[in-house]
Every structure is written in C-alpha cells, then in structure tokens.
C-alpha cells in the first residue's frame, strides 16, 4: 500500500491587502481545520516549515498571515504554491473515515462477489463524494459513496463492497 507522507490542504490564490496576508483555498472537507494549523509546507519542499500567524475567513477562502511574509510583494511570491502537511499533523478521523489516499487502488466488489475494478480516484462535490472505478478495458464507473450503494468499506482487506441499482455498472 502506498501511503502518503504528506496530505495538500490547501492552494494559495491570491494575495489578501498589503501586509503580507494570502487568500487560500481549502482542499479539506473542514474549512476550519486551519484554526489548529501552526505549520505547513509549500510546494514540493517538504523540509522547510512555514509558521502561521494568524487565521481568519471571509467567505469559502481562508485569509492567513504567515510569519515572515509582511508585503504584498512577498506574499505575491507564494501565489498558486500548494500547503502541505506531514501525515501526523492531519486530523483524526472519526470512526468509517478515511483519507483519499489511503484509499486509491483497493479492490470494489459487489454484494454479490463480483469483482469490479479498483477504485481510481474520488470527486468531492457538496451533495457527495463519488468513487471512480477503474474496471476491464478501462471502463469507468461512477458510484456515489453513499451507504447506500457502498455498505461496506474494509481498509484492512483494501475491498470495497458496493451494491450497484439496475444500469450502475452497464
């Protein structure tokens, strides 16, 4: 299984005034996550820590002041940089939660025992995610991920059991 050792949490957009603060954009499914961050990393460097200042929100965005990035100029620098976390700084998840990545490449069956594909990625729209498989001669299949349609999700045997209506899987 390949694990991730960092998670993307975010994109900074834009700048926010003449301070130095940034706009970001949230990839969490908890906007206010970042309340609790005191650290992340951009881009590709995962060995440098950035400190955060200071959080607040306006909107969907969150407005962040990061310590040493007190211009406008500065902070136009670190414009489209994607924020990382370590794996151990990510949030607990509640019981039947998992992270995307952990997920990507396990197994999808039926109820029935029929073996789908794997599961590919995952779509996270506001109704709902939904689980894209991968199936035999690069078929795709798009199954909401609502208990009822996937009842079952074993992380410890990496199979997923999902319980396609009529036309689901043509």
Known sequence: MNKLTHFKIGQIVSTQGLKGE??????????????????????????????????????????????GINTVE??????????????????????????ISDMIGIDVYTVDGQHVGVLDDVLQYAANDVYVIKGAENK???IPAMLKFVPTIDMSERKMIIDPIAGMLD
């Open 74 to 99: 500065e902070a136009e620098k670190l414009k489209n940089k994607f924020m990382y976390v370590s794996r151990e700084e990510g949030r607990e998840l509640e019981e039947g939660e998992f992270f």
């Open 140 to 142: 795709e299949y798009m």
């Open 22 to 67: 940034v706009r970001v954009y949230s990839y969490t499914d908890d906007i206010y996550r970042f309340d609790d961050l005191e650290t992340f990393y951009l881009g590709k460097d995962l060995e440098n820590k950035w400190i955060v200042e200071k959080v607040r929100y306006k909107g969907n965005m969150v407005i962040m002041k990061i310590k």
